[in-house]
């Protein structure tokens, strides 16, 4: 049982490792972030436990919620990274297209999280978007 729960903690950290990765890839000018987001991840401030993980990556893989995106009534900003590898940003895209009253902002530099590697942008945004003060989708 003990090499068991070894092999499933080896193979947990390698999976949150290459996930953190991907979260932050393509973003070279934020070496400095992304040492303190890997601290994290290491410390497990950020980091998930691993069941709460799995539920969350089975829902995402069998979840498909298309049919209710025009059911989305409330004004909506979408924020999105270009250099997401894990949720394209042809997702970013769709969204908007099918979310009535939406407005998408795409990072350039980011990658999955803008709202950790960006955070100071996103909070302008998102407090702009809402005061109104931003009034056409991008």
Same mark, same amino acid.
């Given at each position: 049982?003990?090499?068991?729960?070894?092999?499933?903690?080896?193979?947990?950290?390698?999976?949150?490792?290459?996930?953190?990765?991907?979260?932050?890839?393509?973003?070279? +000018?934020?070496?400095?972030?992304?040492?303190? #987001?890997?601290?994290?991840?290491? &410390?497990?401030?950020?980091? $998930?436990? /691993?069941?709460?993980?799995?539920?969350?990556?089975?829902?995402?893989?069998?979840? &498909? #919620?298309?049919?209710?995106? &025009?059911?989305?009534?409330? $004004?909506?900003?979408?924020?999105?990274?270009? /250099? &997401? +590898?894990?949720?394209?940003?042809?997702?970013?895209?769709? /969204?908007?297209? +099918?979310? $009535?009253?939406?407005?998408?902002?795409?990072?350039?530099?980011?990658? +999955?999280?803008?709202? #950790?590697?960006?955070?100071?942008?996103?909070?302008?945004? #998102?407090?702009?978007?809402?005061?109104?003060?931003?009034?056409?989708?991008?």
């Amino acid at each position: 049982n003990a090499i068991i729960g070894f092999i499933q903690e080896y193979r947990a950290e390698k999976a949150m490792e290459a996930f953190s990765r991907l979260i932050i890839y393509g973003e070279d +000018h934020l070496k400095e972030k992304r040492a303190q #987001l890997w601290a994290q991840l290491e &410390d497990g401030v950020v980091q $998930p436990p /691993l069941h709460v993980a799995r539920a969350c990556l089975q829902m995402i893989e069998t979840a &498909d #919620l298309r049919s209710d995106l &025009d059911k989305i009534s409330m $004004p909506t900003v979408i924020i999105h990274g270009a /250099l &997401d +590898h894990i949720c394209p940003v042809g997702t970013a895209y769709y /969204l908007n297209a +099918h979310i $009535p009253n939406s407005m998408l902002h795409i990072f350039p530099t980011a990658a +999955h999280a803008p709202h #950790l590697t960006h955070a100071d942008q996103v909070g302008t945004r #998102l407090s702009q978007f809402l005061r109104g003060e931003i009034e056409e989708a991008e």
